[in-house]
């Protein structure tokens, strides 16, 4: 009786101990710069025609045609598939501090607006100074990480932004960058193609 009890025992330890080797344990939650990354990458998309005209949006969760944009549409599609909106949190930091922003003093205006300020390459980079970090900015690959966004201005008069991914360029030198300056939603390795003159990292 002693050794069908002891067998019974083994027998129960065995089956417990292969379930539990069986279970599988999840994996950490990935970091919130690694989801804007995969965010960017998931929007890519060469067919949306660069539209710089003034649209006017709902508000708040706004957006132009799903066809069109700009560089900062990049950018703000890419967070509200973090459930952010852009659009409501530049302009209700604006409401506050309007004269922090280059509005008045670029495009002569008096007050907020909804459906432009946060498609606005400079309203951008003074919000993710206030509310994010403003990073270094160097001519090292290695201090660009993904989940950051760089601003770059082209040709010394156009203002632009795109983000970091997590992904490297076909050398291995650089991430490669989620944008649109022309050609689309793209995926390029341009990180250093343009003077940068802002980075920034912007999390919740």
Not at 37 to 65: E, L
Not at 75 to 104: C, T, W
Request: include cysteine.
């Amino acid at each position: 009786m002693k050794i069908f009890y002891f067998f019974t025992i083994l027998l129960t330890f065995l089956i417990c101990t292969q379930k539990n080797n069986s279970i599988k344990i999840p994996e950490k939650p990935t970091s919130f710069e690694s989801r804007l990354s995969t965010a960017a990458i998931s929007i890519i998309d060469p067919d949306v025609v660069y539209t710089p005209k003034y649209v006017s949006i709902k508000y708040p969760n706004g957006d132009v045609p799903a066809k069109t944009g700009v560089c900062t549409d990049v950018v703000i599609r890419s967070y509200r598939k973090l459930g952010i909106d852009l659009q409501k949190e530049v302009h209700e930091d604006m409401l506050k501090n309007f004269a922090l922003y280059p509005n008045m003093k670029k495009w002569g205006l008096h007050s907020t607006d909804t459906n432009i300020d946060h498609r606005r390459v400079p309203n951008l980079e003074v919000f993710f100074t206030r509310k994010g970090q403003k990073l270094p900015i160097t001519d090292k690959p290695e201090d660009y990480k993904a989940g950051e966004l760089v601003t770059w201005m082209i040709n010394g008069k156009l203002p632009h932004i795109g983000i970091i991914t997590n992904k490297k360029s076909p050398d291995g030198k650089r991430q490669m960058i989620v944008h649109n300056v022309g050609a689309g939603q793209v995926f390029e390795d341009c990180l250093f193609d343009w003077k940068i003159v802002g980075h920034f990292k912007y999390t919740q």
